[in-house]
């Protein structure tokens, strides 16, 4: 099994008085995956000298952007020095050297500095309230800066692999800086909260068809009205209404379709359609050395506007779920999304050369995985389910002993 680690530049120029990366290759792992494209964040790196509470620069890349980004111009971090090889240069030329392979770590639609600058390019509620932590994936802007980096990107010789975050607009549930509310919000509200209603999502969805025809814009219009219609139902009853149990997506879609109408089939289509559009120019820069993993959350309805795995199996190289919040009890009922992206019941059904191969991305933190029995359930459920590779979230946030304990439950 293919073990790799999330890092960002900090962390390997920390790393440096603690053996360097030979210290990770000595270990087991056989992957490096740098945040080349990262938002703000406040850190604690218990192991590293200095710093031990990091504030990350909002919104920059690690690397030198040379391809045409439009609107969305990315600012680069002062990691990137002059006279200096950038983060992701350095990281391509040494990390061979060791027996590492060098993988771009790349945070797509949540870049809230350029949310800030271009509202209009965010994900928009159904009452108008622009999320600007989240670019909305729909959005012409947002998919050409998505093409210019990954060119970007590609043109580093040496890289193995791109790995893309948040592909999909982030919703309702992903927190913003100091998030606060009265009252918890269901899995419901949070779908609810999460449907976009920017001009191009609303493009997209008037163009979808619902019972052989499109949707229309009148139609949408009235979508929208229904959305905040049950949505001030809750925000009236919901301080004496307790949050039930998790739903699944599948209760979520029936709930959908009850409650408001067919119309808000075409509403989930036109995102996923909307994905589609982003990703598939991506796959025609494959030609490149660096293959593309595609990565997300396992819960689709929920915080992020996930990937369908099933489809999105046949576009890109990899797959790759991550769990970062669960128990290693938690892992097992998630699975099921990542192993979709084999592709079982797509007609055509695709060669083994066609399929994705996946990867498994994890936080070992206490207090869910306070025991190697913890960390070894994991690595049983990926070897009984054929996952090749796991990653392991993050060189800096984890105590040397975790990332320590860690390799040897995988090795």
Not at 37 to 44: E, M, V
Not at 117 to 138: F, I, K
Not at 186 to 201: E, G, Q, T
Request: glycine share 8%.
């Amino acid at each position: 099994m293919e073990l790799g680690i999330y890092a960002h530049p900090w962390d390997l120029r920390a790393l440096s008085a603690h053996g360097g990366l030979q210290r990770l290759s000595d270990l087991g792992f056989r992957d490096v995956a740098l945040a080349v494209s990262y938002h703000a964040g406040r850190w604690l790196t218990p192991w590293q000298k200095d710093n031990k509470v990091r504030f990350l620069e909002d919104g920059t890349v690690h690397y030198r952007p040379r391809a045409d980004y439009g609107r969305l111009a990315p600012l680069v971090s002062s990691e990137v020095r002059d006279g200096e090889p950038s983060p992701l240069e350095w990281l391509c030329e040494n990390a061979p050297k060791h027996g590492l392979r060098a993988r771009a770590w790349a945070v797509l639609t949540h870049n809230t500095r350029l949310g800030e600058l271009h509202p209009d390019c965010c994900v928009q509620n159904a009452y108008g309230d622009a999320y600007t932590y989240s670019l909305c994936h729909g959005n012409a802007h947002v998919q050409r800066y998505a093409q210019a980096m990954v060119e970007d990107l590609r043109a580093h010789r040496g890289l193995h692999a791109i790995e893309l975050e948040a592909i999909g607009s982030l919703g309702h549930r992903h927190s913003s800086h100091h998030d606060k509310n009265s009252f918890p919000t269901d899995a419901f509200v949070d779908v609810l909260m999460s449907a976009c209603f920017c001009d191009s999502c609303v493009d997209a969805m008037a163009t979808t068809k619902v019972e052989s025809a499109p949707l229309g814009r009148d139609a949408i219009v009235a979508l929208r009205a229904k959305v905040r219609e049950l949505l001030d139902a809750r925000f009236e009853e919901d301080c004496m209404v307790a949050v039930g149990k998790k739903a699944n997506p599948q209760q979520i879609v029936e709930r959908l379709r009850a409650e408001v109408g067919p119309a808000a089939l075409a509403m989930l289509g036109a995102r996923t359609l909307s994905l589609m559009k982003l990703l598939m120019p991506l796959q025609s820069q494959r030609a490149g050395d660096a293959i593309l993993c595609a990565q997300t959350n396992h819960d689709s309805l929920r915080g992020n506007a996930a990937l369908p795995f099933a489809i999105v199996g046949g576009v890109v190289q990899e797959c790759a779920m991550t769990v970062y919040g669960e128990k290693a009890s938690e892992v097992a009922p998630a699975l099921p999304h990542l192993l979709a992206a084999r592709g079982e019941g797509v007609v055509p059904p695709r060669t083994p050369a066609q399929q994705a191969s996946l990867r498994l991305c994890f936080h070992p933190r206490t207090p869910q995985y306070q025991t190697d029995d913890d960390l070894r359930l994991v690595r049983d459920l990926c070897a009984q389910n054929g996952i090749g590779a796991v990653s392991i979230y993050h060189l800096g946030l984890l105590p040397w002993r975790t990332i320590e304990r860690v390799a040897r439950a995988f090795a």
